[in-house]
């Protein structure tokens, strides 16, 4: 999804992804009716089958690399939550840092641990919300191709917020969003 500032692109990703609520309407989402769902259900199917990546990273600062990313596994009752972890965290070049806590890591270090945490319960879906928006262009880079490669490896359907146009071409879809409202869509040139 593409579209400037304040286009609705950031609360539509949470829509889709059961963090907000609708005011109007009705939002599927893997055959579930999200308007109709309680909290508690809505966390089971983002627990179950959702991958979130935001931009703020949204770490357990108190927690090491590897605990965050176990964290989603062990909520899900993983009895593998912590191997399981530390090969997400391998394949996002970060097992040599496992035991690091948040503030000792940089933000495109910080960044991988989200993608791991958000790959490592097998989503089907992995949604991503300006997943570069912090970082600087060289990191940034590194990070979607480690996004991309995390949604093929999984099996995972990517929806992906950003400004940049040159990313978006990377997407098998556009979507464009404007003042709240779809205003044109297309299917990327591969």
């Known amino acids: 999804m593409v579209g400037p500032s304040g286009s609705g692109k950031s609360s539509l990703l949470m829509l889709m992804g059961g963090l907000e ?3 109007s309407g009705q939002i599927t989402a893997l055959g579930h009716d999200l308007t109709a769902m309680s909290e508690d259900a809505l966390a089971r199917l983002r627990r179950d089958h959702m991958g979130v990546v935001f931009q703020s990273f949204h770490l357990i600062p108190t927690m090491t690399a590897l605990e965050n990313v ?3 596994l062990e909520l899900a ?3 593998d939550a912590f191997s399981r972890a530390l090969s997400e965290l391998e394949s996002v070049g970060l097992a040599h840092r496992a035991n690091h806590y948040p503030s000792q890591l940089s933000g495109g270090e910080q960044q991988r641990v989200a993608l ?3 790959a490592a319960p097998r989503p089907d ?3 991503a919300d300006e997943p570069t928006g912090n970082l600087d262009s060289s990191t940034g880079t590194q990070i979607i191709d480690l996004l991309f490669d995390l949604s093929a490896k999984h099996g995972a359907t990517l ?9 978006a071409a990377r997407c098998d879809r556009i979507l464009h969003l404007r003042d709240g409202r779809l205003v044109a869509h297309a299917e990327a040139a591969q």
Do not use: F, M, N
């Open 159 to 167: 929806v992906l917020v950003t400004h940049d146009e040159a990313l």
């Open 21 to 23: 609520r609708a005011t």
């Open 125 to 127: 879906i992995l949604l």
């Open 70 to 72: 176990a964290t989603p």
């Open 116 to 118: 791991a945490r958000a």
């Open 77 to 79: 009752g993983h009895a």
